[in-house]
């Protein structure tokens, strides 16, 4: 889309857990539980051929005047490995539909009446490194959608460490803490054998004023029954524009 790609990258902050980082401040001290429970919900979701799950993010970004100001949104998301996703954006942020079929990506603006294809590469795993390098937008769950996420998540940590036991939504769960070169991010994974996701928060300490996004997981269904495609079924009246380079400015969705 022409105009599409700056302000779907507002939601989408790059960089979330394919390079996370640390804080000069940090220890470099590595638990190893914390490695081995990451690993068990990354085991989970790389067994699950495909599954659901819904999302309530918030995430800082940069006003008029420099103040960091929040922007709050929900997701719908459907993942079929190896080349099915289906995104589905609401909220504050610029609203936005994300399909991807293993042959093309598109997205459809509902408030502007606007949309994207492009042709991309035949698997999620190498899509979503196309779809930022391509267009800059990186689902803050990204990390969570590849094939095999331990190797994503736990790429260059340099400090890990568990911080307890909580509770997020009535479910009991273990609360973990990583650092990695430019961030410092945090998960809350479900203490039963299924250890799925429920909470995740990301800071960037290599950006001015620490901007941080944070993700509420819900409806987590790893046995789903698809209802709709993951393909655009684009409105008659809809215009289609063309997916906007990184680097040029696009005007709002909104």
Same mark, same amino acid.
């Given at each position: 889309?022409?105009?599409?790609?700056?302000?779907?990258?507002?939601?989408?902050?790059?960089?979330?857990?394919?390079?996370?980082?640390?804080?000069?401040?940090?220890?470099?001290?590595?638990?190893?539980?914390?490695?081995?429970?990451?690993?068990?919900?990354?085991?989970?979701?790389?067994?699950?051929?495909?599954?659901?799950?819904?999302?309530?993010?918030?995430?800082?970004?940069?006003?008029?005047?420099?103040?960091?100001?929040?922007?709050?949104?929900?997701?719908?998301?459907?993942?079929?490995?190896? $080349?099915?996703? @289906?995104? *589905? /954006?609401?909220?504050?942020?610029? !609203?936005?539909?994300?399909?991807?079929? &293993?042959?093309?990506?598109?997205?459809?603006?509902?408030?502007?009446?606007?949309?994207?294809?492009?042709?991309?590469?035949?698997?999620?795993?190498?899509?979503?490194?196309?779809?930022?390098?391509?267009?800059?937008?990186?689902?803050?769950?990204?990390?969570?959608?590849?094939?095999?996420?331990?190797?994503?998540?736990?790429?260059?940590?340099?400090?890990?460490?568990?911080?307890?036991?909580?509770?997020?939504?009535?479910?009991?769960?273990?609360?973990?803490?990583?650092?990695?070169?430019?961030?410092?991010?945090?998960?809350?994974?479900?203490?039963?054998?299924?250890?799925?996701?429920?909470?995740?928060?990301?800071?960037?300490?290599?950006?001015? $004023?620490?901007? @941080?996004? *944070? /993700?509420?997981?819900?409806?987590? !269904?790893?046995?789903?029954?698809?209802? &709709?495609?993951?393909?655009?079924?684009?409105?008659?009246?809809?215009?289609?524009?063309?997916?906007?380079?990184?680097?040029?400015?696009?005007?709002?969705?909104?």
């Amino acid at each position: 889309m022409k105009k599409l790609i700056s302000s779907l990258s507002i939601l989408v902050i790059s960089s979330l857990l394919t390079t996370p980082c640390l804080s000069h401040a940090a220890s470099t001290h590595i638990d190893q539980r914390a490695l081995d429970l990451l690993k068990r919900s990354s085991d989970t979701l790389a067994g699950a051929h495909e599954f659901t799950y819904r999302s309530s993010s918030t995430v800082e970004v940069s006003g008029k005047n420099g103040q960091l100001v929040t922007l709050f949104a929900k997701s719908r998301v459907a993942l079929k490995r190896p $080349n099915k996703l @289906r995104v *589905l /954006v609401t909220g504050e942020v610029p !609203n936005f539909d994300f399909y991807y079929n &293993g042959s093309t990506i598109a997205a459809y603006a509902p408030k502007t009446n606007v949309y994207s294809v492009s042709k991309a590469p035949a698997t999620i795993d190498t899509m979503l490194p196309f779809l930022k390098e391509k267009t800059g937008i990186h689902f803050p769950s990204a990390g969570m959608l590849f094939s095999n996420p331990y190797a994503v998540l736990s790429k260059n940590i340099t400090s890990a460490f568990v911080v307890g036991s909580d509770i997020v939504d009535g479910i009991p769960c273990n609360h973990l803490a990583f650092s990695a070169p430019g961030v410092n991010w945090e998960i809350w994974l479900e203490s039963g054998s299924r250890a799925l996701p429920l909470r995740l928060v990301v800071i960037y300490t290599d950006v001015s $004023n620490f901007p @941080r996004f *944070l /993700v509420e997981f819900s409806h987590w !269904n790893l046995h789903p029954w698809f209802i &709709g495609t993951f393909d655009l079924k684009k409105p008659a009246s809809a215009k289609e524009i063309t997916f906007l380079p990184i680097g040029k400015k696009a005007a709002s969705l909104q």
